[in-house]
């Protein structure tokens, strides 16, 4: 397993800490009022199961997951839903939460879809943030950190659905993919 990873990028320790903080800023930005939590299949479900354990305000928790774009539909970012939210939206604080943003077509997408249902607000969380990458302008709110753009894997995030489990975030040795 651990031949598979070039380096460390983010630590357990450091993913700890950096959750706490977003913990701590949500819980402040969200006073009094009660956060819908949408966590993003699948990649987003370890950090998903960790920010809302920092997060002290109410919240309900549901889930949508969503395929890559093609090639083809790239440009327009048009994902399919796979899996849609079990709950209305309607006049709710929505939170959604992704593992990384890269091209944020994704988001955008997400964001445009969501807005459409009548939510009371949307905001977006991020734990990585891969900015050489964007292709749209797109809002995170709440961003854990950025990272060059190299092929990462583990804290949610897969190569061929494997790695997900790693508890750190790591860059991939590319004589995995390369082989
Ligand atoms: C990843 C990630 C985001 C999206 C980000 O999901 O979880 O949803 O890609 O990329 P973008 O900013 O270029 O749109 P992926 O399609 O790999 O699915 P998974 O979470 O199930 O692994």
């Known amino acids: 397993m651990e ?10 320790t450091n993913i700890k800490k950096l959750v706490a903080q977003l913990g701590q800023r949500i819980t402040s930005d969200y006073e009094g009022k009660e956060i819908m ?21 109410p919240l309900k928790l549901d889930f949508m997951a ?3 774009y093609g090639e083809s539909t790239e440009s327009s970012g048009a994902v399919q839903i796979l899996k849609d939210l079990d709950s209305s939206v309607e006049g709710r604080h929505l939170l959604i939460v992704e593992d990384i943003v890269d091209t944020g077509l994704t988001l955008r997408y997400l964001i445009s879809i969501l807005n459409a249902r009548g939510p009371a607000s949307i905001k977006t969380c991020a ?31 897969d190569y061929a659905e494997d790695y997900r489990h790693l508890p750190y975030v790591a860059v991939l040795s590319s004589e995995v993919y390369e082989k």
Do not use: H
């Not at 380096?7 to 357990?12: A, C, I, Q, T, W």
């Not at 939590?37 to 305000?57: P, T």
């Not at 292709?135 to 894997?153: C, L, M, Q, T």
């Open 3 to 12: 031949k598979d990873v070039k380096e460390v990028l983010v630590s357990e």
């Open 37 to 57: 939590v949408i966590c993003i299949l699948k990649g987003a479900v370890m950090f998903c199961a960790d920010l809302i354990r920092e997060i002290k305000v």
């Open 66 to 68: 969503v395929s890559s």
């Open 127 to 157: 734990f990585l943030d891969k900015p050489e990458r964007r292709k749209v302008d797109v809002k995170i709110d709440y961003s854990g950190i950025e990272i060059p753009d190299a092929f990462v894997i583990g804290y949610g995030l």
